[in-house]
């Protein structure tokens, strides 16, 4: 299936559309509170389908002032843009009484709608918009943290920070918080909910530790039973023997980091004598989240987009997300890129897709708020976030927000040494050459980004939407690094080798090394 809505070319210039061969795995159910009765969605039963359309309006969720304005701004048949600035002061304030009094959503039509959409009034916009509307699909994710590609909008994404189940954007480590001034069971719950993370790390660092001792005591029954004149080679036995003493004491001294935290987290829940309930929302929470999410948006509209708040058809864009789309793109991408999400940290394995939320913008970037859980560094996922309205396509905006989480999940790993290690001590040695080569008046034939991080985000997307199609875009250098670094699916290359001397040369230097 294309995603291209046109013939037009990507941002990027690419010249022809191509097909992506995607398939749908099975989602995860997310645990929701509200018993309303719902249709099952034939696709993917996980998902729930809460209604057909949209509601003509959210009048209920408007204060009158609001309301008002709106009615004046029909009767007078006025033009957005001439009084933008007007109505995003009244809708702010409509929305801080909204978001603690009208919460949670549920699935509950007009409360979910007004908050995954900022649609708030039908007559806002023409029937054409309307129709493209509600074409999306309006189901509601239930949360399961083993959900492969875990895309979910603002009303969800709120819903499930304040169950806990998504850790707050912008807070400190919980087990840091004891001289917090904030109330005792909000308190209470955050280190509820880390000791539970803790304790799943915990275990899972015993079991690797507990694995390697076993490992370890297999080589060595090797070499003991070796004494004596028949001797053999151990050098392999030996090599292996030194890997596992590293790894046990590495995952040791992890362990007991945990563990401490652990009993630290066990004393601070005793001795605060509130009762909590682990799904109760925590609406305090929910609002730091939604002020958060709010600085999200500027992020992806930018500091020269359309940065007013709500849905009307003079702002309506050319392209509109939904969350089949985005876990479509992500499905390709995940195939397309062997490992691209693989990580390890402290001998804990990981291969977990970000979070992903889909926010209610005039947008046109698709970024990376945290590469990894600050709460849950061993196994917790990153997050991404892009603009449900934007000028840009969808596989472009959902690149842009991977080379950004690629770049930094690999600049955290490497920590102080980044600009040496792994992708991003290569990338960034090519792009100081490349920058003194242009400083000294040569000829430099590629484009010259000064900003590092912004250059290879355009160079990934290069790589992602051009190269997979054997369109050669990438100064060689770069290409070489992204083969070796972010390799394409054995067929992709091989593929490629077969459609341009480019990628020919790449695939015969793989088969040399044995890749």
Same mark, same amino acid.
């Given at each position: 299936?294309?995603?291209?809505?046109?013939?037009?070319d990507?941002?990027?210039?690419i010249?022809?559309?191509?097909e992506l061969?995607?398939?749908i795995?099975d989602?995860?159910d997310?645990?929701?509170?509200?018993?309303?009765?719902?249709?099952k969605n034939?696709?993917?039963?996980?998902?729930?389908?809460?209604?057909?359309?949209?509601?003509?309006?959210?009048n209920?969720?408007?204060d009158?002032?609001l309301?008002?304005?709106i009615?004046q701004?029909?009767d007078n048949?006025?033009?957005?843009?001439?009084?933008k600035?007007e109505?995003?002061g009244l809708f702010?304030k409509?929305?801080?009484?909204?978001?603690?009094?009208k919460?949670p959503f549920?699935?509950?039509?007009v409360?979910?709608?007004f908050?995954?959409f900022?649609?708030?009034?039908? =007559?806002? /916009?023409d029937?054409?918009?309307m129709s #493209?509307?509600? @074409?999306i699909e309006f189901? &509601?994710?239930?949360?399961?943290e083993?959900?492969?590609y875990?895309?979910?909008?603002?009303?969800?994404?709120l819903?499930?920070?304040?169950?806990?189940?998504?850790?707050?954007?912008?807070g400190d480590d919980?087990s840091?918080?004891?001289?917090?001034?904030k109330?005792?069971?909000m308190?209470?719950?955050?280190?509820?909910?880390?000791?539970?993370?803790?304790?799943k790390n915990l275990?899972?660092?015993?079991k690797?530790r507990?694995?390697?001792?076993?490992?370890?005591?297999q080589e060595?029954?090797?070499?003991?039973?070796n004494?004596g004149y028949d001797?053999?080679d151990?050098?392999?036995?030996v090599?292996k023997?030194?890997?596992?003493?590293?790894?046990i004491?590495?995952i040791?001294?992890r362990? =007991?980091? /945990?563990?401490k935290?652990q009993?630290? #987290?066990?004393k @601070?829940?005793?001795?605060? &004598?509130?009762d909590?309930?682990e799904d109760?929302a925590?609406t305090?929470?929910v609002?730091?989240?939604y002020?958060?999410?709010?600085?999200?948006?500027?992020i992806c509209?930018g500091?020269?987009?359309?940065?007013f708040p709500?849905?009307?058809?003079?702002?309506?864009?050319?392209?509109?997300?939904?969350?089949?789309k985005?876990?479509?793109?992500?499905?390709?991408?995940?195939?397309?890129?062997?490992?691209?999400?693989?990580?390890?940290f402290?001998g804990i394995?990981?291969?977990k897709v970000?979070?992903?939320?889909?926010?209610p913008?005039?947008?046109?970037?698709?970024?990376?708020?945290?590469?990894?859980?600050?709460?849950?560094k061993?196994?917790g996922r990153?997050k991404m976030?892009l603009?449900?309205?934007?000028?840009?396509?969808?596989?472009?905006?959902?690149?842009?927000a991977l080379?950004?989480?690629y770049?930094?999940?690999?600049k955290?790993?490497?920590?102080?040494?980044w600009?040496?290690?792994?992708?991003?001590?290569?990338?960034?040695?090519?792009h100081?050459?490349?920058?003194?080569?242009?400083k000294?008046?040569?000829?430099v034939?590629c484009?010259v980004?000064?900003d590092l991080?912004?250059?290879?985000?355009?160079?990934?997307k290069?790589?992602?939407?051009?190269?997979?199609?054997?369109?050669?875009?990438l100064p060689k250098?770069?290409?070489?690094?992204?083969?070796?670094?972010?390799p394409?699916?054995?067929k992709?290359?091989?593929?490629?080798?077969e459609?341009?001397?480019?990628?020919?040369n790449l695939w015969?230097?793989?088969?040399?090394?044995?890749?």
């Amino acid at each position: 299936m294309s995603y291209f809505i046109d013939e037009d070319d990507l941002d990027l210039d690419i010249e022809e559309s191509f097909e992506l061969d995607l398939e749908i795995d099975d989602l995860d159910d997310l645990d929701l509170d509200d018993d309303s009765p719902v249709v099952k969605n034939d696709q993917n039963s996980n998902l729930e389908v809460f209604m057909e359309k949209l509601p003509d309006d959210v009048n209920e969720f408007l204060d009158d002032e609001l309301k008002n304005r709106i009615q004046q701004f029909i009767d007078n048949d006025e033009k957005m843009n001439d009084v933008k600035g007007e109505f995003l002061g009244l809708f702010n304030k409509n929305m801080e009484e909204f978001v603690l009094l009208k919460f949670p959503f549920g699935k509950d039509p007009v409360k979910t709608t007004f908050y995954r959409f900022f649609y708030i009034d039908k =007559r806002l /916009l023409d029937d054409e918009k309307m129709s #493209l509307l509600n @074409e999306i699909e309006f189901d &509601k994710a239930v949360f399961d943290e083993n959900e492969k590609y875990p895309v979910y909008y603002q009303d969800e994404w709120l819903e499930f920070v304040g169950k806990g189940k998504i850790s707050i954007s912008a807070g400190d480590d919980v087990s840091e918080m004891g001289s917090s001034k904030k109330d005792p069971g909000m308190i209470k719950a955050k280190y509820q909910k880390e000791l539970k993370i803790t304790k799943k790390n915990l275990d899972n660092m015993i079991k690797m530790r507990d694995d390697n001792i076993n490992l370890f005591e297999q080589e060595s029954k090797k070499i003991i039973a070796n004494k004596g004149y028949d001797a053999i080679d151990l050098s392999t036995s030996v090599a292996k023997i030194n890997q596992y003493v590293g790894t046990i004491n590495n995952i040791g001294m992890r362990a =007991r980091v /945990l563990k401490k935290k652990q009993e630290k #987290l066990e004393k @601070e829940i005793s001795m605060i &004598k509130v009762d909590v309930s682990e799904d109760e929302a925590n609406t305090t929470e929910v609002m730091s989240e939604y002020n958060t999410l709010r600085e999200m948006c500027k992020i992806c509209v930018g500091p020269r987009g359309n940065h007013f708040p709500f849905l009307v058809g003079e702002f309506f864009t050319p392209f509109l997300l939904d969350r089949k789309k985005v876990k479509d793109i992500l499905d390709d991408y995940f195939n397309l890129l062997p490992g691209f999400f693989y990580r390890k940290f402290m001998g804990i394995e990981s291969e977990k897709v970000p979070y992903v939320g889909l926010m209610p913008c005039y947008g046109n970037n698709g970024f990376c708020w945290d590469p990894i859980d600050p709460e849950n560094k061993e196994s917790g996922r990153g997050k991404m976030l892009l603009p449900l309205y934007s000028q840009t396509k969808p596989e472009e905006l959902v690149a842009q927000a991977l080379a950004d989480y690629y770049w930094n999940k690999n600049k955290t790993s490497a920590g102080a040494r980044w600009l040496e290690e792994g992708i991003t001590g290569k990338y960034y040695m090519w792009h100081q050459d490349i920058k003194t080569q242009k400083k000294k008046g040569k000829d430099v034939k590629c484009k010259v980004i000064p900003d590092l991080k912004e250059s290879f985000v355009f160079h990934f997307k290069q790589y992602l939407l051009e190269e997979r199609i054997a369109r050669a875009k990438l100064p060689k250098e770069v290409r070489q690094i992204f083969w070796l670094n972010i390799p394409f699916d054995r067929k992709t290359k091989e593929d490629l080798a077969e459609r341009g001397f480019h990628y020919k040369n790449l695939w015969e230097n793989d088969q040399r090394r044995g890749a």
